[in-house]
C-alpha cells in the first residue's frame, strides 16, 4: 500500500493532490481486497469441492463397506430368526396337530356313544325291553309244553291197559310177521338153489348125451360149482379144449407105438409079454390110460 | 362292544362318503346285533 502510494506520489506529485491520492489508494485497496477476496473465495470453493470429492468417495467407499457388513450381518440375523421361528412354527404345529388329533378322538368316540345311546333308545321306543322279555318266555314257555306234551301222551297211552294189551298183540304180530318172512325167504333160497341145479344138470345131461365116459367126466368136473349161465356161455369152449388135448396124446402115442413096432421087427426076439392085437386097440388102451 | 362301535363308526363314515346303500346295511346290522343282544339277556332270565 504504501508502495502504491508511494510510486502515486512520485508520479503525480504535480497533478494529484492529497485528497485524490488518498480516494485513488482506498479505491485500490478497495479493489484490491476484492479481488483477493474473490481469489481466495474461489480457492476456498475448489478445495471444498475437491475434499467433497474426497470425502464423497471415502464415504461412497465407507458406506459400501457399512452396507456389506450390515447385510452380512443382517442375513445371518435374519437366518437366525429364520430358524428359531421355524423351530417354534414346527412345535405349534405339533402341539396343534396333536391337540387336533385328540379332540378328534374324543369327538369321535363322542359321536358313536351318543349315535348308539340314540339308537337304544329308539329300539327301546320301538319295541321295549319288557316285550322281548315277554315274547322270549312265551317261545320257551311253548317249548316246553310241547316236549311236556310229547312226553305225557306217550306215557298216557302205555297206561291205558287195553290200549296196551292192543299194543302187545300188534308187536306179538309184527315179530310172527317178521319171523314167517324169513322163513319164507330162506325156503325160496333154497328152492332156487336145488332149482338152479336141477336146472344145470338137465343141461348138462342134454349136452352130454352121446358122449365118452372121459369126456364127460371132464365136462361135468370142469363145470363143478358154475352157475348155469356160466356153463351155456363155456360148454362148446370146454369141450373143443378136451378134444384138442385129446387129439394131441393120440397123435404122441402113434408116433411112439410106431417106433416100439420097427424096433421088435428089427430085433426079432420073441417076448412073451402080452400085445395088444392091434395098433388101434393099443392106442385105446393108452388112451384109456391117459389122465386128462 | 368294540365290534358294534366300529360297526357304527363305518356307519358314520359311509354317511359322510354318501354311501348310503353300504351305510343302510350298516345301520341293520347294529340295530340287529342290538336286539339279538336283549333277547339273549332275555333268555338268560328264569323262566319260572
Sequence with gaps: ?292 | MMDRNKQIKSFISNIIDKNYAVATTELKSVVENKLKQKIAKAIKKDLF
Excluded: W
Design chain 1, 1 to 292: 500500500m504504501s508502495k502504491i502510494s508511494d510510486l502515486l506520489k512520485e508520479v503525480g506529485k504535480d497533478v494529484l493532490t492529497e485528497d485524490s491520492l488518498k480516494q485513488i489508494e482506498t479505491v485500490f485497496d478497495e479493489a484490491v481486497e476484492k479481488k483477493a477476496d474473490e481469489r481466495s473465495k474461489i480457492a476456498t470453493e475448489a478445495a471444498l469441492t475437491t475434499q467433497d470429492e474426497e470425502h464423497s468417495k471415502k464415504l461412497g467407499e465407507l458406506l459400501e463397506a457399512i452396507d456389506k457388513d450390515h447385510t452380512k450381518k443382517l442375513n445371518k440375523v435374519v437366518e437366525a430368526v429364520d430358524h428359531d421361528r421355524a423351530r417354534k412354527l414346527k412345535n405349534v404345529i405339533r402341539r396343534y396337530r396333536q391337540s387336533i388329533n385328540e379332540e378328534a378322538t374324543s369327538l369321535k368316540d363322542t359321536v358313536v356313544e351318543s349315535v348308539s345311546d340314540y339308537l337304544d333308545s329308539y329300539i327301546e321306543e320301538a319295541l321295549p325291553t319288557k316285550t322281548i322279555e315277554e315274547a322270549t318266555t312265551n317261545k320257551r314257555a311253548y317249548d316246553l309244553l310241547s316236549e311236556i306234551r310229547k312226553m305225557l301222551s306217550v306215557d298216557m297211552v302205555l297206561a291205558n291197559e287195553s290200549i296196551r294189551e292192543a299194543v302187545k298183540d300188534g308187536k306179538e304180530t309184527i315179530d310172527d310177521q317178521k319171523k314167517e318172512l324169513n322163513e319164507l325167504t330162506e325156503s325160496h333160497n333154497v328152492v332156487s338153489e336145488e332149482l338152479e341145479g336141477i336146472k344145470k344138470d338137465l343141461y348138462l345131461e342134454k349136452k352130454l348125451n352121446g358122449m365118452d365116459e372121459r369126456k364127460t367126466n371132464f365136462v361135468r368136473k370142469t363145470f363143478k360149482d358154475k352157475d348155469l349161465a356160466f356153463i351155456e356161455e363155456n360148454f362148446e369152449y370146454t369141450v373143443n379144449i378136451f378134444d384138442k388135448k385129446a387129439q394131441e396124446s393120440l397123435d404122441i402115442l402113434k408116433e411112439e407105438a410106431m417106433t416100439e413096432s420097427k424096433t421088435k421087427e428089427a430085433k426079432v426076439v420073441e417076448e412073451n409079454v402080452e400085445q395088444p392085437k392091434t395098433a388101434v386097440s393099443h392106442y385105446a388102451q393108452e388112451l384109456a390110460n391117459m389122465r386128462l
